[in-house]
């Protein structure tokens, strides 16, 4: 295949923070990676690739630390922070930030999916811990490179999932492993608005703002005229930048079914798409997509589905009274001996249901150390004590690959896909393959 051809193709497509706390006083500048000099009791020196939006949210969940660079490419984005941290040293292109500034420890990576894992693996490989915000990658090579170089560079990683390191998602792992619903054979999980129009991109070539580095967003895909179609926010509904409702959600919705029954990689996908015409550039206006999971130690085999762009109608949920959130967003684990429902994020505002079930169940004991100081400062207790976070790459890597499988399942509405995570192929599809590996234009290669 011609790197034009990968282009086009979607085909281009634990235990405590307490900062304070004596525990931090023993943390040695190895750890920190900033040699003898550094006393043990430092703050992590952190820089932030992508300064707006989730870079922004991100920044103030860890600003209790030094934050010492910011790197941007949209100077009016992200000007609240590039104001508010006047003192952190400010940068265009998170290559040179990387080069320069030798005094960062640990770098917040909050920008478009397309950049997330060129940006990451220039922080790995300078030995640098990273938190990546979902999806951890664009592609399925992407996710395998990065779990890699992690493990070889020795670095503490987070994915940006943070309902991960929740009490809720620890309590359905509790409860399933304790039998609380019996076998579980069937998951549904939805999220129901759409991601776009499904248009393809306009004729129109209008001027490139003063403030934004175009070609510097574009990063590694394949040079394309400035719209405004593509950013803020919309990237996510464009195939070469995004990867729509599946990246944005499936880490936080299907986090819980991940965990709880000890999912690894599924052995089928298949989609069936509607919501009418959409470019071959953007996603599908709603989908259904179905995984099919082995049984694995004492559980059954279990069948995942997942819709997007419209509602579930499931006979569990007849008579359930669901929030405007959870009806929007959220999942079933339908057991044997009755159901757990929860919305997003780590399983936010999880029961079991009927009530019946519920009132007659004893809930176990915990079994699994919860996380109090949230997920942002469970990283940084990470970097300090080497303590592997919540949601390292190692659990986030997977769980992004469902999300991609099921991104790639799209592109060949109502096909059955036989995937083979081993080989790290498609064993009935070699078209499929073509959409597991990125294009990179010349100077951004991993």
Known sequence: MTKDNQHVTRRNFVKRTALASSAFMIVG??????????APSD??????????????????????QNIVALCDVDLDRAKESLQKYERAKKYRDFRKMLDKQKDIDAVIVSTPDH??????????KRGKHVYVEKPLAHTIYEVRALMKAARENKVQTQLGNQGHSDGDIRKICEWIWDGAIGQVKEVHAWYS???????????????????????????????????????????RSWA???????????CHILDPTFWALKLQAPQSITAKNGGGDYSPERFPICSEIEYQFAARENMAPVKVTWTYGKKVDLPQLQGIELNEWNAKAGAILIGEKGSILHGSHGGGGARIIPKSRDDEYKKPSEIIPRIKEGHHNDWIRACKDGKPASSTFEYGGPLTELALLGVIATVFDGEKLEWNSAGMQFNNN?????????????????
């Open 29 to 38: 500048p190895e750890i920190l990676g900033r040699g003898a000099c550094a």
């Open 43 to 64: 703050k992590l020196n952190i820089a932030a690739i992508g300064a707006a939006g989730r870079g922004g949210h991100n920044l103030r969940k860890m600003d209790h």
């Open 115 to 124: 950049i997330h894992t060129v940006a990451a693996m220039n922080a790995i």
């Open 193 to 235: 608005s759409p991601y776009g129009d499904g248009k393809p991109h306009p004729a129109e070539t209008p001027k490139i703002p003063d403030t934004l580095d175009w070609d510097l967003w574009l990063g590694p895909v394949s040079y394309r005229p400035y719209n405004p179609c593509y950013l803020p926010r919309i990237w």
């Open 240 to 250: 070469d930048f995004g990867t729509g409702v599946l990246g944005d959600w499936v």
């Open 430 to 446: 070699p078209k499929a393959n073509a959409h597991l590996t990125p294009y990179y234009r010349s100077g951004w290669e991993l």
